[in-house]
């Protein structure tokens, strides 16, 4: 099911050779525990889904507590409608269904293989494809950014000196006795990640003067408490600061939503999405807001891109189970949003009248890599991602550099 307005295959050029250095930044947000794709993008036009969701559907658009109608039988969960009205009507927001772990390649409904397949840029590596990706451009640490107590398992590999020192920065409140907390917690509550402080594996962060210890000062900005949202004010200060920002992780835990998933109104998926979208807002507006000054300031040079690319492990399954919940499934929901990003709806979204999970009908490395070639990154050379098929054509989903 496609968008009946947006080219599905739009060409990019040769595959794999990049126009010019890489330039902008790519940020990979993980929604760790596997997003249910059928609430975020809702089938509604579909009989089966509420069907088979009795108790989970999200009401179609038009009724209390719906979904944002995005045509064609499809609808956006209302908890993103903040998101969809500030990027969504811009053409610069993307959905793309039956994304996950390919059959071939070992997909399961297991988080770990997933997990390290998403990462690892496939089966059997033992370092990160941003690693692999970055030291083929000849980037080191200096062009990345990620948050935890140690480098995001998409750096792993990098050279010992391309991915040090570390300097720990902690931000936001600390725990009794002063100390911090640095975990990498998959809860679904957020409260014990206020002290959670990001950590850069370049050369040592020097933090703007922005008073971003401030929480006040965060949600001034429209930014959410917690982790996401304070990773995402740090990374839009770096990037108007123009220091060289190439790739950013983040991780969002809290989308294995086997018990209290919730519909359109509420339940944990409900709040996670939410503070996802503000977080995102912010984040655009923080980046626009940097461009308008550049221009009062009169900078000459084109802003460089910024696309923000949102995935999971793998999908839920399409029925509900007992514990108002679902379990794991196969083929998700990506998105994508920025000033490459062709808006609207790609890949499949079939009926969900048969089958106990969708099918995975586009490989998730796909996305990041058709995400990294519009900012001049080479992902089809160098076995950046192993037996990835090397496409005549993108996805549709973002413009060449």
Known sequence: MESPHLPRN???????????????????????????????????????????????????????????????????????????????????????????????????????????????????????????????????????????????PVFEGLHPEASAPTKRVSVGRRHDQGRADWGHSESNGENELDATGPVTHGSAVRWSDTDWSSPAARLSRGYPEGRLGRSLAATADRIREDRGLRIVAIDHPGYDTHVDQGDGRSGVLAHRLDRLSRALVAFWGDILAGRERAADDNRTGQPNPVTVVVVSEFGRAIEENGSGGTEHGRGGVAFALGDQVVGGIHGDFPSVAHGEVLPVTVDIRRVIADAAASHGFRPWRGGIFPRLALPNRSLGLLLSP
């Open 10 to 152: 739009r060409t990019i050029g040769p595959p794999g050779r990049a126009v010019s250095r890489p330039s902008g930044t790519l940020v990979v947000v993980n929604l760790v525990g596997g997003l249910d794709g059928l609430s975020v993008v809702v089938p509604h036009g579909d009989p089966a889904y509420a069907a088979r969701r009795p108790g989970l559907a999200v009401a179609a658009p038009g009724e209390r507590y719906g979904a944002i109608d995005l045509g064609r039988g499809l609808g956006l969960h209302p908890s993103l409608a903040p998101l969809q009205n500030c990027v969504g009507r811009s053409e610069r927001l993307a959905f793309i269904g039956g994304v996950g772990v390919p059959d071939r390649q070992g997909g399961d409904r297991n988080h770990l293989p997933c997990r390290e397949f998403l990462h690892r840029g496939g089966r059997g590596q033992t370092e990160g494809w941003a690693a692999r990706l970055l030291r083929f451009e000849e980037l080191n640490g200096d062009a990345t950014w990620s948050f935890g107590d140690g480098p995001h």
